[in-house]
């Protein structure tokens, strides 16, 4: 007797996450290369610069986007040990880019074929490319926040005019207290090793997983939408919020994503979603400005969940009907690699494609209303409708 449907789907999505998941050579080749940078940054603009990871690449949840022509995205800090009050936002973002250009031209010089390929100004960060290792470097110039105790820091950013704020290091330490499982296998590594602490990127936790397969969905769902693709520290933070301690993956992909709507605030007509370790940080910023972000992601959590229930509720429980009935929305060839990794058998793997044929027809004839098909109605913690 085939397993249940949602032993099935998670099988699927541990997979996938792990085919998606950076590679442990690349991911030590990135560190060595930021490493690079740190040390040129310290040589040539002083002891008070330095450079760390934060988002994704810091958290263990990082993922290429599942199309062709794009990259691992990896966000660095470089921070300089100054005052708001000795710099200006301008001047930082300048000094940054003058130092990372420095180092882009000492690399070509050097000629050993390891400095990125362009350093490109960004809005808030200086991006290094490596097209042919596959990944980017985004350096976020960055202070310490005066107004507040570190490891805060304050960001620029050329469309605003006023210093922006953040915590990576305190985020990283937030979003691993919010798995007790990730906690203990971080603390279980580290006691193997000898050591007091391993980098979070070494464990891969049910949470980390949810967040990987969200991003994942989120990715393909706005393939042709990039510019009002919602941001993976967005989704993280209330999948994070969410997560209720499930140890099963499609459980608590599940329940994320109905509970997701909960942990989004409405301060008197502003959107709100709070960076925990930085009340000051607003994950949700761009949803109150003229724009349809914000019913794009109710959109997509919406379709998310729908798909994930429909699937559930599947009376076709073998492998290639599971495939067939989630292949539209997370992508069929690379949950056929998935099901060959874990061990899962797929009888008839060409069946797969009538199936998804058959799924975009139904869901093209099942009422789907509004500009942005069928949204669920969500409650704020304002009790307004998000």
């Given at each position: 007797?085939?397993?249940?449907?949602?032993?099935?789907i998670s099988t699927?999505?541990?997979?996938?996450?792990?085919?998606?998941?950076i590679?442990?050579?690349?991911?030590s080749v990135?560190?060595?290369?930021?490493e690079?940078?740190?040390?040129?940054?310290v040589?040539?603009?002083?002891?008070e610069?330095?450079?760390y990871?934060?988002?994704?690449?810091?958290?263990?949840?990082?993922?290429?986007?599942p199309?062709?022509?794009?990259?691992?995205?990896i966000d660095?800090?470089?921070?300089k040990?100054?005052?708001?009050d000795d710099?200006?936002k301008?001047?930082?973002?300048?000094?940054?880019?003058e130092l990372?250009q420095?180092?882009?031209?000492?690399?070509i010089?050097?000629?050993?074929?390891?400095g990125?390929a362009?350093?490109?100004?960004?809005?808030?960060?200086?991006t290094?490319?490596?097209?042919?290792?596959?990944?980017?470097?985004?350096?976020?110039p960055?202070?310490?926040?005066?107004?507040?105790?570190?490891?805060?820091?304050?960001?620029?950013?050329?469309q605003?005019h006023l210093?922006?704020?953040?915590?990576?290091?305190?985020?990283?330490?937030?979003?691993?207290?919010?798995?007790?499982?990730?906690?203990?296998?971080?603390?279980?590594?580290?006691?193997?090793?000898?050591?007091?602490?391993?980098p979070?990127?070494?464990?891969?936790?049910?949470?980390?997983r949810?967040?990987?397969?969200?991003?994942?969905?989120?990715?393909?769902?706005?393939?042709?939408?990039i510019?009002?693709?919602?941001?993976?520290?967005?989704i993280t933070?209330?999948a994070?919020?969410?997560?209720?301690?499930?140890?099963?993956?499609?459980t608590?992909?599940?329940?994320?994503?109905?509970?997701?709507?909960?942990?989004?605030?409405?301060?008197?007509g502003?959107w709100?979603?709070?960076?925990?370790?930085?009340?000051?940080e607003?994950?949700?910023?761009?949803?109150?400005?003229?724009?349809?972000?914000?019913?794009?992601?109710h959109?997509?959590l919406?379709?998310?969940?729908n798909?994930?229930?429909?699937?559930?509720?599947?009376?076709r429980?073998d492998t290639?009907?599971v495939?067939?009935?989630?292949g539209?929305?997370?992508?069929?060839?690379?949950?056929?690699?998935?099901?060959?990794r874990?061990?899962?058998?797929v009888?008839?793997?060409?069946?797969?494609?009538?199936?998804r044929?058959?799924?975009?027809?139904?869901?093209?004839?099942s009422?789907?209303?509004?500009?942005?098909?069928?949204?669920?109605?969500?409650?704020?913690?304002?009790g307004?409708?998000?």
């Amino acid at each position: 007797m085939p397993p249940p449907v949602e032993e099935t789907i998670s099988t699927l999505f541990t997979g996938a996450a792990d085919i998606l998941d950076i590679p442990p050579d690349l991911y030590s080749v990135a560190v060595e290369r930021y490493e690079d940078v740190g040390n040129f940054l310290v040589l040539n603009g002083g002891p008070e610069w330095t450079v760390y990871p934060q988002g994704s690449f810091r958290i263990g949840t990082v993922i290429k986007p599942p199309t062709s022509n794009t990259e691992y995205d990896i966000d660095l800090v470089c921070h300089k040990d100054s005052s708001k009050d000795d710099m200006t936002k301008e001047e930082l973002k300048t000094e940054v880019g003058e130092l990372l250009q420095a180092y882009d031209a000492f690399k070509i010089l050097e000629g050993n074929g390891d400095g990125p390929a362009l350093c490109v100004e960004g809005r808030r960060a200086w991006t290094l490319t490596y097209p042919d290792l596959g990944f980017h470097l985004d350096v976020l110039p960055a202070i310490p926040d005066g107004e507040r105790p570190p490891p805060r820091i304050r960001l620029t950013d050329t469309q605003n005019h006023l210093w922006q704020y953040s915590n990576p290091k305190g985020y990283s330490v937030w979003f691993q207290g919010r798995s007790e499982e990730l906690r203990r296998t971080l603390e279980f590594k580290a006691r193997a090793a000898g050591v007091d602490i391993v980098p979070m990127w070494t464990a891969r936790s049910t949470l980390q997983r949810v967040v990987q397969v969200l991003k994942w969905h989120c990715y393909l769902y706005f393939a042709k939408d990039i510019g009002d693709r919602p941001p993976s520290v967005l989704i993280t933070t209330l999948a994070a919020w969410a997560y209720q301690g499930e140890r099963d993956l499609f459980t608590a992909a599940f329940n994320a994503v109905n509970g997701m709507p909960e942990h989004i605030q409405n301060r008197h007509g502003t959107w709100w979603v709070p960076n925990p370790a930085h009340e000051r940080e607003n994950f949700a910023d761009k949803w109150n400005e003229p724009n349809e972000r914000r019913e794009k992601f109710h959109a997509w959590l919406g379709s998310l969940r729908n798909t994930l229930l429909e699937a559930a509720q599947s009376s076709r429980r073998d492998t290639a009907s599971v495939i067939g009935s989630l292949g539209v929305a997370f992508g069929e060839d690379l949950l056929l690699k998935s099901a060959t990794r874990m061990g899962l058998e797929v009888k008839n793997p060409m069946a797969t494609g009538a199936r998804r044929v058959a799924a975009v027809t139904a869901a093209a004839s099942s009422g789907a209303t509004g500009k942005f098909g069928a949204v669920p109605v969500v409650r704020t913690r304002s009790g307004r409708a998000g």
